[in-house]
């Protein structure tokens, strides 16, 4: 499966201009039809948060704000695709690859985006608070 989700990651890297860091909510949004379409509608959209080693991150709380980052809307949750046999996140390495404060060291160069095998080998736990094709108008308008 690593190959599909690294031939989708080509795919937002050529719409997104090379920029995936923080796009995670646009990003898996573009994406959905084209997975939905080669995995037979076994493909939704989940927002969350992760956790790394103990640590929690993009873990949304009551008094998050919507922040207006460089003209952009930016808001405290992360944004995967999951089927019963699919995961695909796209963004999370770049996102965490940017971030200044973040030691990325223990993530191969080689690994671009997580699917099933790298969540499980880099240990990263994925935390749903929703999901849904519609999910991200829900927590827009909230």
């Known amino acids: 499966m690593y190959e599909l989700d690294k031939e989708l990651y080509v795919r937002a890297l050529q719409l997104f201009d090379g920029e995936l860091a923080g796009e995670c909510a646009n990003v898996s949004n ?3 039809q084209t997975s939905s379409d080669i995995l037979d509608n076994d493909v939704t959209i989940n927002v969350g948060w992760v956790e790394i080693e103990g640590e929690s991150y993009f873990e949304p709380s009551e008094s998050d704000e919507v922040k207006d980052v460089s003209g952009r809307n930016r808001f405290n949750y992360h944004v995967w695709l999951e089927g019963q046999y699919y ?3 796209l963004t999370l390495i ?3 690859r940017d971030m200044h404060d973040f ?3 223990w993530i191969p160069d080689d690994i671009v985006c997580i699917g099933i095998d790298e ?5 990263v736990v994925y935390h749903v608070i929703d999901s849904g094709d519609d999910v991200l108008e ?5």
């Open 103 to 105: 030691d990325d060291s």
């Open 94 to 96: 770049p996102t965490l």
């Open 138 to 142: 829900e927590f827009r308008d909230n």
């Open 119 to 123: 969540r499980e080998s880099l240990g």
């Open 30 to 32: 573009a994406i959905l």
């Open 87 to 89: 995961f695909i996140d």
